[in-house]
């Protein structure tokens, strides 16, 4: 009798779906983004409007992903929805795209985010110090110590994610409440100390303004960026039904509740001027707010955050490319599941290997830029990915429905069609270099599939 394959265990409720939905959103983008908004849109309550009309863009695209991920309570979310809606190709080339730029890249900015910022308290894994340096021909190559202390996070978290899953997701959900906590201190006391700006949030709305809202509304989106996470650990969720859209949405809105709050406390900090010529904002903010040693408690929490960041990414991304493997559309060694943790131990380690590599090189900054246009056009994809699965399989249970369907997926779809029309006005170059990135996908599935239809034969 041949032994039972080890699966996946569902052991994921809709808290810990809420905290890495949290925890995967929040990373240094409401402490830095602030700043081109306020630049594109220097209007109090056009910036708040902003983030608002964001989040309720974002949530339903969690409306909309929360039906999916129900219909398929399966390990990589995006992954079955698309190789349902379309076929296996476009659930390959989503997978295949996130291992080599899309998920991978963004593990790898999200290390040497966390090295930057270490290196401002341990100044040995400070991006200026040098380790090494490595001539190649008229380029050099420089270990810092930025560098290594991304990898080290990665490998970190890694092993307690082999622990298992409930592991992985105690320590992402105890960094996500300490960024929480520390982001409601900042909201609480700024909200209510005597603050050197009075927001007008009713001044004449400017000149051009809609122009300029559709400008910011770029950078806001991208603000929520990795709300989708929880759908990629979809096969690890128990009572799936229930608890991936409970999950989904009630993160969605906690981070569109925070989004808000912590805005409406930097325009009470910083007049707008200020604020669109201040990188670190948060910083900045809590500066002027509490005095100068405030800054540097801020730049502990950005480190939090990242690091909180980073390991929601590390334990649901690691989830699309063990069933692609087990699909027989990618190395078949990815498909193991650890006998006795239940973890895709062989998907981590290769996604952490190919991460640090990105890291150790510095070239993830350049390819991120090749496959923010693909990664968007998977966005849509998903999106309309419903109304396809909605027609071809009427008779599919679905646990839970999309409130407001067909116009909350529309919303989204037109969300994520004008951030593709952005990225491509804005980095034609490299839009088509990313698509040209999925195109070598193409040579790869064929050869994946032959090998699998041969082994079926034989």
Same mark, same amino acid.
């Given at each position: 009798m041949?032994?039972q394959?080890?699966?996946?265990v569902?052991?994921?409720?809709?808290?810990?779906?809420?905290?890495?939905t949290?925890?995967?959103?929040?990373?240094t983008?409401i402490?830095l983004?602030p /700043?081109?908004i306020?630049?594109s849109?220097?209007h /109090?309550?056009?910036i708040?409007?902003a983030?608002i %009309?964001g989040g309720? *863009?974002t949530?339903a695209?969690?409306?909309?992903?929360a039906?999916?991920?129900?219909?398929f309570?399966r390990?990589?979310?995006m992954?079955h929805f698309?190789? !349902?809606?379309y076929?296996?190709?476009?659930?390959? $080339?989503?997978?295949?795209g996130?291992?080599? #730029?899309?998920?991978?890249?963004g593990?790898?900015?999200?290390?040497?985010?966390f090295g930057?910022?270490?290196?401002g308290f341990?100044p040995?894994?400070?991006?200026?110090h040098?380790l090494a340096?490595l001539?190649?021909?008229?380029?050099?190559?420089?270990?810092?110590? @930025?560098?290594?202390a991304?990898v080290?996070?990665i490998a970190?978290?890694?092993?307690?994610n082999?622990?298992?899953?409930?592991? @992985?997701?105690? %320590?992402?959900?105890l960094?996500t409440?300490l960024k929480?906590?520390?982001?409601? =201190?900042?909201?609480?006391v700024?909200l209510f100390?005597?603050?050197p700006?009075?927001?007008?949030l009713?001044?004449?709305?400017?000149?051009?303004?809609?122009?300029a809202f559709?400008?910011?509304m770029i950078?806001v989106?991208?603000?929520?960026?990795?709300?989708?996470c929880?759908?990629l650990? =979809? @096969?690890?969720?128990?009572?799936?039904g229930?608890?991936?859209?409970r999950?989904?949405?009630?993160?969605t809105?906690?981070? $569109? #509740?925070?989004?808000?709050v912590?805005?409406?406390?930097?325009?009470?900090?910083l007049?707008?001027?200020?604020?669109?010529q201040?990188?670190?904002?948060?910083?900045a903010?809590?500066q002027? *707010?509490f005095?100068?040693?405030?800054?540097?408690l %801020?730049?502990?929490a950005i480190l %939090?955050?990242?690091?909180?960041?980073l390991? /929601?990414n590390?334990?649901?991304?690691s989830?699309i490319?063990?069933?692609?493997?087990q699909?027989?559309?990618f190395?078949?060694?990815?498909?193991?599941?650890d006998?006795?943790?239940r973890?895709?131990t062989?998907?981590? *380690?290769?996604?952490?290997a190919?991460?640090?590599?990105?890291v150790l090189?510095?070239t993830? !900054?350049?390819l991120y830029?090749?496959?923010v246009?693909a !990664? +968007?056009?998977?966005?849509?994809?998903t999106?309309a990915?419903?109304?396809?699965?909605?027609?071809?399989?009427?008779?599919?249970?679905?646990p839970?429905r999309c409130?407001?369907?067909p116009w909350?997926?529309?919303?989204f779809?037109?969300?994520s069609?004008?951030?593709?029309?952005n990225t491509?006005k804005?980095?034609?170059?490299e839009s088509?270099?990313g698509?040209?990135l $999925?195109?070598?996908?193409?040579?790869?599935y064929?050869?994946?599939?032959?090998a699998?239809i041969r082994?079926l +034969?034989?």
């Amino acid at each position: 009798m041949r032994p039972q394959t080890p699966t996946l265990v569902r052991a994921l409720g809709a808290w810990d779906g809420a905290l890495i939905t949290i925890g995967a959103v929040l990373g240094t983008a409401i402490f830095l983004t602030p /700043a081109d908004i306020a630049r594109s849109l220097p209007h /109090a309550g056009l910036i708040l409007t902003a983030w608002i %009309v964001g989040g309720l *863009l974002t949530l339903a695209g969690a409306l909309t992903y929360a039906e999916m991920g129900a219909m398929f309570p399966r390990a990589g979310g995006m992954y079955h929805f698309l190789k !349902e809606a379309y076929g296996p190709l476009a659930g390959f $080339l989503f997978g295949w795209g996130s291992f080599l #730029v899309i998920m991978s890249g963004g593990i790898a900015a999200l290390a040497a985010g966390f090295g930057e910022y270490l290196g401002g308290f341990l100044p040995f894994f400070s991006t200026k110090h040098v380790l090494a340096s490595l001539p190649i021909g008229t380029w050099t190559w420089n270990l810092s110590g @930025g560098r290594v202390a991304g990898v080290l996070a990665i490998a970190f978290l890694t092993a307690v994610n082999f622990a298992g899953v409930k592991e @992985g997701a105690w %320590v992402q959900n105890l960094v996500t409440i300490l960024k929480i906590g520390s982001l409601a =201190a900042l909201a609480g006391v700024g909200l209510f100390i005597s603050a050197p700006v009075r927001p007008d949030l009713a001044a004449p709305l400017p000149a051009g303004f809609l122009a300029a809202f559709g400008v910011a509304m770029i950078s806001v989106l991208w603000a929520y960026d990795g709300w989708y996470c929880f759908a990629l650990s =979809a @096969g690890e969720v128990r009572d799936p039904g229930r608890n991936i859209p409970r999950g989904l949405i009630l993160g969605t809105a906690a981070v $569109l #509740v925070i989004y808000g709050v912590i805005n409406f406390v930097y325009l009470r900090a910083l007049p707008i001027p200020v604020l669109a010529q201040t990188p670190r904002v948060g910083e900045a903010a809590a500066q002027a *707010l509490f005095g100068a040693g405030a800054a540097r408690l %801020v730049s502990a929490a950005i480190l %939090v955050s990242i690091f909180g960041c980073l390991s /929601a990414n590390i334990l649901t991304c690691s989830r699309i490319y063990q069933p692609m493997a087990q699909d027989g559309l990618f190395f078949r060694s990815l498909a193991r599941i650890d006998p006795r943790h239940r973890v895709p131990t062989a998907s981590l *380690l290769a996604q952490a290997a190919w991460a640090s590599v990105l890291v150790l090189s510095g070239t993830f !900054e350049q390819l991120y830029t090749y496959v923010v246009f693909a !990664e +968007v056009l998977f966005y849509a994809a998903t999106g309309a990915a419903l109304y396809v699965l909605r027609r071809a399989q009427p008779q599919t249970p679905r646990p839970y429905r999309c409130w407001g369907y067909p116009w909350v997926p529309a919303l989204f779809i037109l969300s994520s069609l004008a951030l593709m029309a952005n990225t491509l006005k804005e980095r034609p170059t490299e839009s088509l270099i990313g698509l040209g990135l $999925l195109v070598l996908g193409l040579p790869a599935y064929a050869a994946w599939r032959r090998a699998g239809i041969r082994r079926l +034969v034989e």
